[in-house]
């Protein structure tokens, strides 16, 4: 499973991203088989509903289990670039909330504040530079999808 | 040959009516800014307006999207040439000699070539299409589950040997496409799958939650607004035509990019990107002057441009006239069309031949109006790109959760593309392209229906994809391919498809392709 290091040193081994790769596909595979349980297989003749996820996970694991045996060929673990992830973890964040309020609070309340958050906060841009966007744009939306394209957005409980 | 006029004189009848030719045109329109945009692709700009047609009959709304498609392998080549940014990911070549162009000061001889390189080879598609798609799918009506069994194995082996990752990754990726497929109601039996006591995921999960989330929101999330620069100087008009010796240069490469990518864009796989790779190494290959290449050569520009735009147009064929999708893009065309009540396949044509002719038709007055919107107006497009990424992305959210709401009216799906969205930034880090994912999960019910109704048909006996000619014909290709696989692997060969990995690597640590 795990790649030897690099000869001089002969005693660390590395992981490789690919045997992380490969390794989370069998594990989720697995765990997915598991919940499988009452998924009839059927026959050749008579094929169940299980058939096809079942076989399937089958080629998952096996493709993971490539990827495993492959990994010398991939680069180590630590070469990922994470640089991106507290940006990505933020964008999800505030997406998450928005997609809550989505429904509750109707679309121009929770795009309002998403717009507004994603801006103001995390992209540092100017109060009422993101004000203006955030409700313009909002509105703007608003109208384009409700009234012009008569597909309604969810209203907020209140007046809209 | 008389009956193809007829039907497509039916078309332009369909295609030259106000609305339908508007449609067209907004179409070309957002096309042309999605393939300039960095950070949002066709498949995600498709999918995301996706909502919009649902007002719209049948026609109008594929024309619309298939205009988009279209309009983004146009778009592309502008932010490839001014900015070194592969707006759209099949641009990825032009960005090597259309960008030397440039800082040479003919960027908008460059700019010219690729407009007037992609209006040749995407006519040049649309006549061929006119010529394949009604035969081809008249063929196809001796299709049964076995063949259609066999069509798509042939075309998920194809895609994996086309993609430049690997077999297995390209494969893995399609299994999890095919497994996610399987989720909701199996229609054969009435059991639940995987849906966890939650009735929305009964119909499965859709398509378009799957790629927003994936190239939309998935690009978004690796993409700081720190990491992009927006600065971007517009051609002037003058500058825009090509001098007598540039016209001789690039006349060959766009004949020949042309035919290649028709070709390559019939065969499933992200054919337009490899269609521009290949036609770049052709046109260096037989140039006579390969050191010119990497350095401004018009030949570098003129030949992948041509190319990709006539492989998007050869994707067509086999969604048209099979109803099978070759890639993503055409995987959500095909969810458009199955929305709007209409199935693409063998009956297409027969059975609504105002929306086949109708949409073939407006492909030509399409690309059209695109060699009119990308030289002229190229000054104000640009000015597009000076958005500023960080007011961008938030509004690219919006359109996301919008676009994906809108279709089912389910908060689940938006949940849906949120969690896709993850999932695409992780595959990304791994370096597994999401694209097979996608065409895996549209071809789950077809394929698992196929085959288990050919298991049923021979009552058990997996003979039958060997004993009937043409399923055992497409088996052979897929052997066929697993073994020229196999020999590249153990003879540790670098072939095309190596190559393609590395300009895409080396041209996405520069610019960010979508």
Request: hydrophobic share 55%; proline share 6%; charged share 10%.
């Amino acid at each position: 499973m795990i790649a030897p290091d690099d000869e001089r040193s002969g005693q660390r081994a590395i992981i490789r991203r690919d045997h992380i790769a490969g390794g989370m596909f069998i594990v989720a595979s697995l765990l997915i088989f598991a919940l499988s349980g009452d998924l009839p297989f059927g026959t050749l003749a008579s094929p169940g509903a299980g058939m096809m996820p079942k076989l399937v996970l089958g080629l998952l694991i096996a493709f993971g289990a490539i990827l495993v045996a492959r990994a010398a060929e991939s680069p180590p673990l630590a070469t990922i670039n994470w640089g991106d992830f507290r940006h990505a973890a933020t964008v999800v964040v505030v997406t998450a909330a928005a997609i809550t309020l989505y429904t509750r609070v109707g679309f121009v309340l929770s795009v309002t504040l998403l717009l507004f958050v994603l801006l103001y906060f995390i992209e540092r841009r100017s109060l009422w530079r993101t004000l203006a966007v955030s409700l313009g744009v909002t509105i703007a939306s608003y109208l384009l999808f409700n009234t012009l394209l008569k597909s309604p957005l969810p209203p907020m409980p209140f007046w809209f | 040959m008389e009956s193809t006029i007829d039907s497509l004189l039916l078309g332009f009848s369909v295609a030259f009516r106000p609305d339908v030719l508007l449609y067209a045109f907004l179409g070309c329109v957002v096309g042309t800014l999605v393939g300039m945009l960095p950070g949002i692709g066709p498949l995600a700009g498709i999918s995301i307006l996706l909502p919009v047609t649902f007002g719209l009959d049948a026609t109008k709304a594929i024309i619309m999207l298939a205009g988009i498609y279209y309009g983004s392998q146009y778009g592309g080549s502008t932010t490839s040439i001014l900015m070194r940014i592969p707006g759209e990911a099949a641009s990825v070549m032009t960005c090597i000699d259309g960008y030397a162009m440039a800082q040479k000061g003919r960027a908008g001889a460059a700019l010219c070539i690729a407009a007037v390189g992609s209006f040749i080879a995407g006519t040049f598609g649309v006549i061929a299409l006119t010529v394949i798609a009604p035969p081809l799918g008249a063929f196809a009506l001796r299709f049964g589950p076995p063949e259609y069994t066999a069509l798509l194995v042939v075309g998920l082996i194809f895609l994996a040997y086309m993609s430049s990752t690997s077999l297995a990754r390209t494969l893995l990726m399609a299994a999890f496409g095919i497994l996610l497929g399987c989720i909701g109601i199996d229609v054969m039996t009435g059991h639940f799958r995987y849906a966890f006591d939650i009735p929305d995921l009964g119909d499965g999960i859709g398509i378009v939650p799957v790629a927003v989330g994936l190239f939309g929101l998935g690009e978004i999330l690796s993409t700081p607004s720190q990491s992009v620069t927006s600065k971007v100087k517009a051609p002037r008009m003058r500058e825009l035509l090509p001098t007598r010796r540039e016209w001789r240069e690039s006349a060959m490469p766009i004949a020949r990019g042309t035919v290649l990518g028709f070709v390559v864009g019939i065969v499933p796989g992200s054919a337009h990107i490899i269609s521009s790779f290949m036609s770049y190494a052709l046109e260096k290959r037989i140039s006579k002057h390969p050191e010119e290449f990497g350095r401004g050569a018009v030949a570098g520009v003129a030949g992948p441009e041509s190319a990709n735009n006539a492989a998007s147009t050869g994707a067509f064929v086999p969604m048209l006239a099979l109803g099978l999708p070759t890639g993503p893009v055409t995987a959500v065309l095909m969810a458009a069309l199955l929305i709007h009540g209409v199935p693409p396949g063998p009956q297409l044509v027969t059975q609504h031949p105002d929306v086949f002719w109708g949409f073939i038709a407006s492909m030509y007055v399409g690309n059209l109006m695109l060699l009119a919107l990308n030289l002229p107006l190229v000054g104000m497009f640009v000015n597009v790109l000076r958005i500023p990424y960080a007011y961008l992305y938030p509004l690219i959210i919006m359109f996301c959760i919008i676009g994906v709401y809108e279709v089912n009216h389910s908060i689940i799906d938006v949940w849906i593309m949120l969690v896709m969205g993850i999932v695409g930034y992780l595959l990304r880090k791994f370096d597994f392209d999401p694209a097979p994912l996608v065409l895996g999960l549209v071809i789950a019910p077809t394929f698992e229906m196929s085959l288990r109704q050919s298991l049923i048909m021979s009552n058990g006996a997996w003979t039958i994809f060997f004993e009937r000619p043409i399923s055992a014909g497409l088996f052979a290709v897929s052997a066929g391919l697993l073994i020229l696989s196999a020999v590249s692997l153990v003879m540790k060969r670098k072939d095309w498809r190596a190559k393609l990995a590395e300009v895409e690597a080396s041209e996405s640590d520069q610019g960010r392709p979508s």
